[in-house]
């Protein structure tokens, strides 16, 4: 039980414990005497209350305040969880009239001396008891039969954005605008403000969507008035917008429910405030009877009493419906409902028996959409309205097990990790204590030092700079930014291959038999590698000049640089400059950048770990320059054998020894290699294949490689030597042999899908010859014929035009000479030689034509 100030929970313990009425009253009445007549008329009532089922909240007028009771003006008391009719009608209370005499009314009762207010007490008591054997049912039947009775009210209309305000238990209205607010303080101050017609918008304003969770919470109890500034702070936190301003009533529906206001909040650091209502029973708008306007911001409109439903005695669906209300409702709260707390008072407090009161009780705690509750608040069938409400629980219970499902796996997950940490800090703890491992820093520098004292042939600058870092990572905490520097450093340092080399292969006829495996034909270019080669086994290294192979695509550049590390039994590292303009990419970053590293050389050596890898730079003609540097400038470092001994990264800032790093550089073209780099390199051309040399490697190479790539086999695809020769003639006529391997992959590639279409048991052999080899390919870019089968004629020569691409023949014809003044006789023979041989092709072409 509720009351205001301390009086309430005295009073409501009291009353639940049943002590008896002398008792209770000498407790309250003490410290004011002046005060026994009232106190002990409230006090009565409550015993009286609490000793009926179910609990009735009783409606009186508390005097002028005593400073006990924590009130300021004349306000409604209430005690108890549901409500019957107040004594006096919200009718008159609107109006301004009734209200106010039964207010006076009251004020005058309170002043009277102790002796009347027991004399009234004994009366009241006594009444009470006698009718305490007709229960709640026949207050209950006196409120319906006045409901029934009912005339029509004129009332102040409060629109309710997010969902209606179902009879039965207290809410909280949160009031955003500031005028509505004083206008409901306005009325209050005046005695008009009793009751309020609260309907529900027909839409939702701009802002808010339907189903965002942000209800108002339902209250079992009166919450802290506005003299409790515990309460203001908390409904501070998050100010909901459950009413507003609407143009008209035709915004709101007609159907609501009758508002008994029991306090009304200011909050002080926040525009606006809060009421909290009782709503009392259903009611229905019958016409409007004024507009918002500027002093009053709330319509007024005419309602009348809705009258209660008529429960039919022994309905079978009634009674399934409403058992499976409630057991549903047990349900929802072994969830985890929102509104859980608020279910298990009202369980335990408030009246199941009825269904109708069931059903608006599970109906106000929901949070399903506002059309549905409507729906429920304006249903005039009994069981319609049950079926509505057990349908909206039961969903209310889907989502709530769908929520605590999702809780239960991410608490679940939660807690296997933070076991998990748990174990491992206690692992980890109980090594340190067994001396089996040291903390993180600690194990760090043990393992750098560890790294270090393993590393041999290291330079004595190197050692220095190791030892001094490391120096410095001692010094310095794990989280500070300079401790992973140092720390990548050291890891850089101690993971280069220093000294250790792989041993060359010695045997000169095994890397030529390796070169012809790979290669066919170029056999100036394969005498000119083994001649480097025989250098490097008779002097023990490598040192001297880094080879250049130029030439057109295609022609197997960047294959033999791999077949010679393969022939000298080392690890390759391959990367491409082309397009290359940033110097760091070759000598490093400076420590002091973010994100810096090594250059592509130091990271050759920490990735083969060998001081003595095949390096192959590819596309060295193809050099950048930019702002950020010349990266040609940079490889005169590196490629120079005079040079390269004491390379210096700029990241390590150390010396390291590139002497046994053998370089290959590939390009197209020598003009755009810049003359310094030219001349550390020396330049091996490779000019291309003729069809004699494209035919063997077609047969012994590319022929065999596609057809193991593409999934088939001999007995799938058959080339003939007419249909390969036809092939290179006439489509692939480039220097190189990579055009010839994109028609080959074509052709596989055709039969391939032939064979897929086909049944296993019914796949032939498709034999290409030059017949159908345009069905595979397509017609020929090249032909074969001659241009002049008889010969050339007069004024025609052939030329050939050679470029790193390859080469090609053509025929020039002089069609003619510019026509200029006659020549004099001084014209040399040659000249007119040449203008002779013109006007004979001239004619002749007139002969032609004629």
Same mark, same amino acid.
């Given at each position: 039980?509720?009351?205001?100030? #301390?009086? &309430?929970?005295?009073?409501?313990? +009291? %009353?639940?414990? *049943? $002590? !008896?009425?002398?008792?209770?009253?000498? /407790?309250?009445?003490?410290?004011?005497?002046?005060?026994?007549?009232?106190? #002990?008329? &409230?006090?009565?009532?409550?015993? +009286? %209350?609490?000793? *009926? $089922? !179910?609990?009735?909240?009783?409606?009186? /007028?508390?005097?002028?305040?005593?400073?006990?009771?924590?009130?300021?003006?004349?306000?409604?008391?209430?005690?108890?969880?549901?409500?019957?009719?107040? $004594?006096?009608?919200?009718?008159?209370?609107?109006?301004?009239?009734?209200?106010?005499?039964?207010?006076?009314?009251?004020?005058?009762?309170?002043?009277?001396?102790?002796?009347?207010?027991?004399?009234?007490?004994?009366?009241?008591?006594?009444?009470?008891?006698?009718?305490?054997?007709?229960?709640?049912?026949?207050?209950?039947?006196?409120?319906?039969?006045?409901?029934?009775?009912?005339?029509?009210?004129?009332?102040?209309?409060?629109?309710?954005?997010?969902?209606?305000?179902?009879?039965?238990?207290?809410?909280?209205?949160?009031?955003?605008?500031?005028?509505?607010?004083?206008?409901?303080?306005?009325?209050?101050?005046?005695?008009?403000?009793?009751?309020?017609?609260?309907?529900?918008?027909?839409?939702?304003?701009?802002?808010?969507?339907?189903?965002?969770?942000?209800?108002?919470?339902?209250?079992?109890?009166?919450?802290?008035?506005?003299?409790?500034?515990?309460?203001?702070?908390?409904?501070?936190?998050?100010?909901?917008?459950?009413?507003?301003?609407?143009?008209?009533?035709?915004?709101?529906?007609?159907?609501?429910?009758?508002?008994?206001?029991?306090?009304?909040?200011?909050?002080?650091?926040?525009?606006?405030?809060?009421?909290?209502?009782?709503?009392?029973?259903?009611?229905?708008?019958?016409?409007?009877?004024?507009?918002?306007?500027?002093?009053?911001?709330?319509?007024?409109?005419?309602?009348?009493?809705?009258?209660?439903?008529?429960?039919?005695?022994?309905?079978?669906?009634?009674?399934?419906?409403?058992?499976?209300?409630?057991?549903?409702?047990?349900?929802?709260?072994?969830?985890?409902?929102?509104?859980?707390?608020?279910?298990?008072?009202?369980?335990?407090?408030?009246?199941?028996?009825?269904?109708?009161?069931?059903?608006?009780?599970?109906?106000?705690?929901?949070?399903?959409?506002?059309?549905?509750?409507?729906?429920?608040?304006?249903?005039?069938?009994?069981?319609?309205?049950?079926?509505?409400?057990?349908?909206?629980?039961?969903?209310?219970?889907?989502?709530?097990?769908?929520?605590?499902?999702?809780?239960?796996?991410?608490?679940?997950?939660?807690?296997?990790?933070?076991?998990?940490?748990?174990?491992?800090?206690?692992?980890?703890?109980?090594?340190?204590?067994?001396?089996?491992?040291?903390?993180?820093?600690?194990?760090?520098?043990?393992?750098?030092?560890?790294?270090?004292?393993?590393?041999?042939?290291?330079?004595?600058?190197?050692?220095?700079?190791?030892?001094?870092?490391?120096?410095?990572?001692?010094?310095?905490?794990?989280?500070?930014?300079?401790?992973?520097?140092?720390?990548?450093?050291?890891?850089?340092?101690?993971?280069?291959?220093?000294?250790?080399?792989?041993?060359?292969?010695?045997?000169?006829?095994?890397?030529?038999?390796?070169?012809?495996?790979?290669?066919?034909?170029?056999?100036?270019?394969?005498?000119?590698?083994?001649?480097?080669?025989?250098?490097?086994?008779?002097?023990?290294?490598?040192?001297?000049?880094?080879?250049?192979?130029?030439?057109?695509?295609?022609?197997?550049?960047?294959?033999?640089?791999?077949?010679?590390?393969?022939?000298?039994?080392?690890?390759?590292?391959?990367?491409?400059?082309?397009?290359?303009?940033?110097?760091?990419?070759?000598?490093?970053?400076?420590?002091?950048?973010?994100?810096?590293?090594?250059?592509?050389?130091?990271?050759?050596?920490?990735?083969?770990?060998?001081?003595?890898?095949?390096?192959?730079?590819?596309?060295?003609?193809?050099?950048?320059?930019d702002f950020r540097g010349d990266p040609s400038s940079a490889l005169l470092e590196v490629l120079d054998p005079a040079q390269n001994a004491a390379f210096r990264d700029l990241y390590l800032d150390a010396p390291v020894d590139l002497s046994k790093v053998l370089f290959?550089?590939?390009?197209?073209?020598?003009?755009?290699?810049?003359?310094?780099?030219?001349?550390?390199?020396?330049?091996?051309?490779?000019?291309?294949?003729?069809?004699?040399?494209?035919?063997?490697?077609?047969?012994?190479?590319?022929?065999?490689?596609?057809?193991?790539?593409?999934?088939?086999?001999?007995?799938?695809?058959?080339?003939?030597?007419?249909?390969?020769?036809?092939?290179?003639?006439?489509?692939?006529?480039?220097?190189?042999?990579?055009?010839?391997?994109?028609?080959?992959?074509?052709?596989?590639?055709?039969?391939?899908?032939?064979?897929?279409?086909?049944?296993?048991?019914?796949?032939?052999?498709?034999?290409?010859?030059?017949?159908?080899?345009?069905?595979?390919?397509?017609?020929?870019?090249?032909?074969?014929?001659?241009?002049?089968?008889?010969?050339?004629?007069?004024?025609?020569?052939?030329?050939?035009?050679?470029?790193?691409?390859?080469?090609?023949?053509?025929?020039?014809?002089?069609?003619?000479?510019?026509?200029?003044?006659?020549?004099?006789?001084?014209?040399?023979?040659?000249?007119?030689?040449?203008?002779?041989?013109?006007?004979?092709?001239?004619?002749?072409?007139?002969?032609?034509?004629?």
């Amino acid at each position: 039980l509720h009351l205001p100030g #301390g009086v &309430g929970g005295v009073w409501g313990a +009291a %009353a639940m414990e *049943r $002590r !008896p009425v002398t008792l209770l009253a000498s /407790a309250i009445v003490r410290g004011t005497p002046q005060r026994s007549g009232a106190i #002990g008329l &409230g006090m009565r009532r409550c015993v +009286a %209350a609490n000793l *009926r $089922r !179910p609990p009735v909240a009783w409606h009186a /007028a508390t005097p002028t305040v005593a400073p006990h009771f924590g009130r300021t003006s004349c306000e409604p008391a209430h005690v108890g969880l549901v409500s019957c009719a107040p $004594r006096h009608s919200c009718s008159d209370a609107a109006s301004g009239g009734g209200g106010s005499s039964g207010s006076r009314g009251r004020r005058g009762g309170g002043e009277a001396t102790a002796e009347q207010g027991e004399a009234a007490e004994d009366k009241e008591v006594a009444g009470l008891s006698a009718s305490s054997g007709a229960g709640s049912s026949g207050s209950a039947a006196v409120g319906a039969e006045k409901r029934r009775a009912g005339k029509a009210m004129a009332l102040w209309a409060l629109p309710l954005f997010r969902k209606p305000a179902f009879p039965g238990f207290y809410h909280t209205i949160q009031i955003g605008d500031r005028d509505i607010l004083d206008f409901l303080l306005a009325l209050r101050r005046n005695g008009q403000a009793a009751c309020l017609a609260g309907f529900m918008t027909r839409e939702l304003p701009k802002g808010l969507s339907d189903g965002d969770g942000e209800v108002a919470e339902p209250l079992v109890s009166m919450p802290p008035t506005a003299q409790d500034g515990r309460g203001a702070r908390e409904v501070q936190k998050s100010l909901r917008r459950d009413t507003g301003r609407v143009e008209s009533t035709d915004d709101l529906t007609t159907t609501g429910t009758l508002l008994q206001i029991i306090s009304i909040a200011l909050h002080p650091n926040i525009p606006g405030g809060q009421v909290v209502v009782l709503p009392m029973h259903r009611i229905r708008m019958m016409k409007p009877l004024s507009k918002p306007s500027q002093g009053a911001p709330l319509c007024s409109v005419y309602v009348e009493d809705v009258p209660d439903i008529e429960l039919p005695e022994d309905d079978p669906d009634i009674r399934v419906l409403h058992h499976g209300i409630i057991a549903t409702m047990k349900d929802l709260l072994q969830t985890t409902f929102p509104y859980k707390e608020q279910f298990e008072q009202v369980i335990k407090y408030y009246d199941l028996d009825d269904p109708l009161r069931v059903a608006d009780l599970v109906a106000g705690m929901s949070t399903a959409p506002r059309g549905e509750l409507q729906a429920v608040l304006v249903a005039s069938d009994a069981a319609a309205r049950l079926r509505q409400v057990l349908a909206i629980v039961m969903r209310d219970l889907e989502h709530a097990k769908l929520q605590q499902q999702f809780k239960s796996q991410i608490e679940d997950k939660f807690v296997k990790e933070h076991r998990k940490f748990m174990l491992m800090q206690h692992l980890r703890q109980i090594r340190r204590e067994l001396n089996l491992e040291k903390d993180d820093k600690q194990t760090i520098i043990a393992s750098l030092k560890e790294a270090i004292g393993e590393l041999t042939g290291v330079n004595e600058e190197a050692s220095k700079a190791m030892e001094q870092e490391l120096s410095r990572l001692s010094s310095l905490e794990p989280a500070a930014p300079e401790f992973n520097v140092s720390r990548t450093y050291l890891e850089w340092m101690t993971a280069l291959p220093w000294g250790t080399c792989t041993t060359d292969n010695a045997d000169i006829s095994r890397a030529e038999q390796i070169l012809n495996e790979d290669h066919y034909s170029l056999e100036d270019v394969k005498e000119r590698i083994l001649e480097h080669m025989a250098v490097s086994f008779l002097k023990g290294s490598v040192q001297g000049k880094i080879m250049c192979l130029v030439g057109p695509p295609g022609v197997g550049k960047t294959s033999i640089g791999k077949s010679v590390a393969r022939a000298l039994d080392r690890k390759l590292f391959r990367f491409s400059v082309g397009g290359l303009s940033d110097v760091a990419e070759i000598r490093g970053h400076r420590r002091t950048y973010i994100g810096a590293m090594p250059g592509k050389i130091i990271q050759a050596l920490r990735i083969t770990k060998v001081a003595n890898p095949v390096i192959l730079i590819d596309e060295v003609d193809k050099l950048g320059r930019d702002f950020r540097g010349d990266p040609s400038s940079a490889l005169l470092e590196v490629l120079d054998p005079a040079q390269n001994a004491a390379f210096r990264d700029l990241y390590l800032d150390a010396p390291v020894d590139l002497s046994k790093v053998l370089f290959i550089c590939t390009a197209n073209v020598t003009e755009t290699i810049p003359g310094p780099l030219v001349d550390r390199m020396e330049i091996i051309r490779i000019a291309g294949y003729v069809f004699e040399e494209k035919v063997a490697i077609a047969n012994q190479y590319l022929i065999p490689q596609t057809i193991e790539s593409h999934g088939i086999d001999s007995s799938h695809l058959e080339l003939t030597p007419e249909a390969v020769s036809f092939l290179i003639r006439d489509y692939a006529r480039e220097a190189g042999v990579r055009e010839l391997r994109k028609l080959l992959e074509k052709v596989a590639r055709k039969v391939a899908l032939t064979c897929v279409r086909d049944d296993e048991d019914q796949r032939q052999q498709t034999v290409v010859t030059p017949d159908n080899l345009k069905k595979f390919v397509g017609q020929p870019p090249h032909t074969s014929d001659h241009l002049f089968p008889t010969g050339m004629p007069p004024g025609v020569v052939m030329g050939l035009t050679w470029t790193a691409m390859g080469g090609k023949t053509h025929f020039v014809e002089a069609r003619g000479f510019i026509p200029g003044p006659e020549q004099d006789p001084g014209t040399s023979d040659a000249a007119q030689l040449r203008n002779g041989g013109a006007e004979a092709v001239h004619s002749e072409e007139g002969a032609d034509a004629g």
